[in-house]
């Protein structure tokens, strides 16, 4: 049946009079407005802008996590400074126990031929792993990896005499270090435990000694750090047993310790390139005995050359503002080491290939980590377990990649024949091609650029171990290039979505520098956020 329209259903054109258009026209403009100010308060809200620090190990990226936190956060860091002294003490026993090791090392080679006069000194050395830390004489490895870096030793054990000549190993001065290694003994013997209390129970084998360090390790440490010695009148009594047991050894051997570094045989063994201590190890001997005042708190300086592994990934978050635009900037401490990796996944199975790693959980589910680059790396997970990261590194805005330039003779502690500087292009490449990535925008930090200088300086040639290098000057502004070329050129061949890079020299221990650094990436990673959300 068809249905009949009739014009009376049709609703008459209701004229309006003038009154009842302002009436609208001003509603509509109230609704404009409404409009208009929920956009700006939009743009005013606090937005989550995710920083993702990436790199080796020991890049530097906890470094220039805490120059951020000094430029956003320096009343946090003030907070947590005395949390910081037992770590730097940590460092100091580490670099003695070190140089014991290698001394032991040296003294226990060829016995019959560089130690002719040892019968007539007093008896050998006792090897320290009984009276030590249990396991100091185990480390041959130690002593073999400087070898066969080709540093140029003879190998024997023939070391500078007080006087700058060489002379065997004999009478007179071992003595002197027999003695000193006697008076540290004890200091070394607290190192595990000292490690232990900082890592939180945390123990990790197959990596180097240290101290690993998960999110919020200062809470648990400040209430102990902070009270200080017992009578000190620094305002704060009693102590944690370690930590108040090594602050009193270190007062009382700091003389030793002070005294072993400048020590012409150690001066030999680091002038020969033959110890293998931290990098930063020198700057915390040569501070020795300012660190061992009762009232002793971390300056900025000692913070930042600490070192401390990181375990998985510690967040941070600092509120920063720019042109009216408050961000959260919740920044990602990655730990570069693959082991560092491992104690952040309890009670499950882990399997290990070449470039993948196997995580079977008690319920069976399997979890596979591929690392972009000898297992060091990964870029995809599959179960809850892997939320840690994923989800973070793909929603990432920014990326800030940290390369050690001056790590051009250095290998990977678990790839002895992969070349450091090798191994960041490798990490690099797989960063710019890797299409989960593709819209994170990109920092490039060619970091250590001090140490580099210091190594050019020192005369070490770049063409030695980086042998494309050729017959190019030896010289910082050549060698910074050639890597910087090297870098730029990964990015341009493997990067999928040909974004912009920006690259940066630094040196993460010059404040001054890194600052005006950070302000310049936070504004550029924080203008390209504004861009891409749309809230210009
Ligand atoms: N001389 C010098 N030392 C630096 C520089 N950047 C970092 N360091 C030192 O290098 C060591 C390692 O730095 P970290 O920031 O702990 O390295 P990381 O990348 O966080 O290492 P993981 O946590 O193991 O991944 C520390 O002792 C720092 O003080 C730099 O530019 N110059
Ligand atoms: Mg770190």
Same mark, same amino acid.
């Given at each position: 049946?068809?249905?009949?329209?009739?014009?009376?259903?049709?609703?008459?054109?209701?004229?309006?009079?003038?009154?009842?258009?302002?009436?609208?026209?001003?509603?509509?403009?109230?609704?404009? %407005?409404?409009? $208009?100010?929920?956009?700006?308060?939009?743009?005013?809200?606090?937005?989550?802008?995710?920083?993702?620090?990436?790199?080796?190990?020991?890049?530097? %990226?906890?470094?220039?996590?805490?120059?951020?936190?000094?430029?956003?956060?320096?009343?946090?860091?003030?907070?947590?400074?005395?949390?910081?002294?037992?770590?730097?003490?940590?460092?100091?026993?580490?670099?003695?126990?070190?140089?014991?090791?290698?001394?032991?090392?040296?003294?226990?080679?060829?016995?019959?031929?560089?130690?002719?006069?040892?019968?007539?000194?007093?008896?050998?050395?006792?090897?320290?792993?009984?009276?030590?830390?249990?396991?100091?004489?185990?480390?041959?490895?130690?002593?073999?990896?400087?070898?066969?870096?080709?540093?140029?030793?003879?190998?024997?054990?023939?070391?500078?005499?007080?006087?700058?000549?060489?002379?065997?190993?004999?009478?007179?001065?071992?003595?002197?270090?027999?003695?000193?290694?006697?008076?540290?003994?004890?200091?070394? /013997?607290?190192?595990?435990?000292?490690?232990?209390?900082?890592?939180?129970?945390?123990?990790?084998?197959?990596?180097?000694?240290?101290?690993?360090?998960?999110?919020?390790?200062?809470?648990?440490?400040?209430?102990?750090?902070?009270?200080?010695?017992?009578?000190?009148?620094?305002?704060?009594?009693?102590?944690?047993?370690?930590?108040?047991?090594?602050?009193?050894?270190?007062?009382?051997?700091?003389?030793?310790?002070?005294?072993?570094?400048?020590?012409?045989?150690?001066?030999?063994?680091?002038?020969?390139?033959?110890?293998?201590?931290?990098?930063?190890?020198?700057?915390?001997?040569?501070?020795?005995?300012?660190? /061992?005042?009762?009232?002793?708190?971390?300056?900025?300086?000692?913070?930042?050359?600490?070192?401390?592994?990181?375990?998985?990934?510690?967040?941070?978050?600092?509120?920063?503002?720019?042109?009216?635009?408050?961000?959260?900037?919740?920044?990602?401490?990655?730990?570069?080491? $693959?082991?560092?990796?491992?104690?952040?996944?309890?009670?499950?199975?882990?399997?290990?290939?070449?470039?993948?790693?196997?995580?079977?959980?008690?319920?069976?589910?399997?979890?596979?980590?591929?690392?972009?680059?000898?297992?060091?790396?990964?870029?995809?997970?599959?179960?809850?377990?892997?939320?840690?990261?994923?989800?973070?590194?793909?929603? /990432?805005?920014?990326?800030?990649?940290?390369?050690?330039?001056?790590?051009?003779?250095?290998?990977?502690?678990?790839?002895?024949?992969?070349?450091?500087?090798?191994?960041?292009?490798?990490?690099?490449?797989?960063?710019?091609?890797?299409?989960?990535?593709?819209?994170?925008?990109?920092?490039?930090?060619?970091?250590?650029?001090?140490?580099?200088?210091?190594?050019?300086?020192?005369?070490?040639?770049?063409?030695?171990?980086?042998?494309?290098?050729?017959?190019?000057?030896?010289?910082?502004?050549?060698?910074?290039?050639?890597?910087?070329?090297?870098?730029?050129?990964?990015? $341009?061949?493997?990067?999928?979505?040909?974004?912009?890079?920006?690259?940066?020299?630094?040196?993460?221990?010059?404040?001054?520098?890194?600052?005006?650094?950070?302000?310049?990436?936070?504004?550029?990673?924080?203008?390209?956020?504004?861009?891409?959300?749309?809230?210009?």
């Amino acid at each position: 049946m068809a249905v009949a329209t009739s014009y009376n259903d049709l609703q008459p054109v209701r004229r309006i009079d003038e009154a009842e258009a302002r009436a609208i026209s001003n509603r509509i403009d109230e609704e404009l %407005k409404a409009e $208009r100010e929920m956009i700006r308060k939009k743009k005013g809200q606090k937005k989550d802008v995710k920083v993702m620090l990436l790199g080796q190990a020991e890049s530097g %990226k906890s470094t220039l996590q805490k120059q951020f936190q000094l430029y956003y956060a320096s009343h946090s860091l003030e907070k947590e400074r005395p949390a910081w002294r037992p770590v730097v003490y940590f460092n100091i026993i580490k670099a003695v126990r070190m140089i014991l090791e290698e001394l032991d090392y040296e003294f226990s080679q060829s016995p019959s031929q560089a130690r002719p006069q040892l019968a007539s000194t007093p008896p050998p050395l006792p090897p320290m792993s009984e009276t030590a830390r249990g396991k100091l004489p185990a480390v041959p490895g130690a002593g073999a990896a400087f070898k066969a870096g080709g540093t140029g030793s003879s190998g024997t054990n023939t070391y500078s005499s007080p006087n700058g000549s060489a002379s065997n190993v004999s009478g007179g001065w071992q003595d002197d270090l027999a003695q000193l290694r006697t008076k540290l003994l004890p200091l070394v /013997a607290v190192e595990d435990a000292l490690a232990r209390d900082l890592s939180g129970g945390v123990t990790i084998t197959g990596g180097r000694t240290g101290i690993y360090v998960r999110s919020g390790w200062q809470a648990l440490v400040a209430p102990m750090a902070s009270r200080g010695w017992p009578g000190t009148g620094n305002g704060v009594s009693g102590g944690p047993p370690v930590n108040d047991l090594v602050a009193r050894m270190l007062a009382a051997t700091k003389d030793e310790v002070s005294a072993l570094w400048r020590h012409p045989s150690v001066r030999s063994l680091v002038k020969h390139r033959k110890l293998r201590l931290e990098e930063s190890a020198s700057f915390f001997l040569e501070n020795v005995h300012r660190i /061992a005042e009762p009232d002793y708190l971390p300056a900025t300086e000692d913070i930042l050359n600490v070192r401390l592994q990181t375990l998985g990934v510690k967040e941070h978050s600092f509120d920063i503002s720019l042109s009216g635009t408050h961000v959260n900037w919740l920044l990602y401490d990655v730990g570069g080491a $693959r082991h560092a990796w491992v104690p952040y996944f309890d009670d499950v199975a882990i399997v290990m290939t070449s470039r993948e790693l196997h995580i079977v959980s008690p319920f069976g589910r399997a979890l596979r980590i591929i690392f972009i680059s000898r297992l060091r790396l990964y870029i995809s997970l599959s179960v809850s377990l892997g939320r840690i990261l994923t989800g973070t590194l793909i929603t /990432a805005t920014a990326i800030i990649f940290l390369a050690p330039i001056s790590a051009f003779d250095q290998y990977l502690e678990e790839d002895p024949r992969t070349n450091r500087i090798d191994d960041s292009l490798q990490l690099f490449t797989a960063i710019c091609s890797n299409k989960l990535l593709k819209s994170t925008h990109l920092v490039l930090m060619l970091n250590k650029t001090d140490l580099l200088r210091q190594k050019l300086a020192a005369g070490i040639r770049v063409r030695k171990y980086i042998t494309s290098y050729g017959d190019r000057p030896n010289n910082y502004q050549e060698v910074s290039e050639y890597f910087r070329a090297h870098f730029l050129q990964v990015h $341009r061949r493997n990067d999928i979505s040909k974004r912009a890079l920006y690259c940066h020299f630094t040196s993460m221990l010059d404040i001054k520098a890194t600052q005006k650094i950070i302000v310049n990436v936070g504004e550029a990673i924080i203008r390209s956020y504004i861009t891409d959300a749309g809230l210009t």
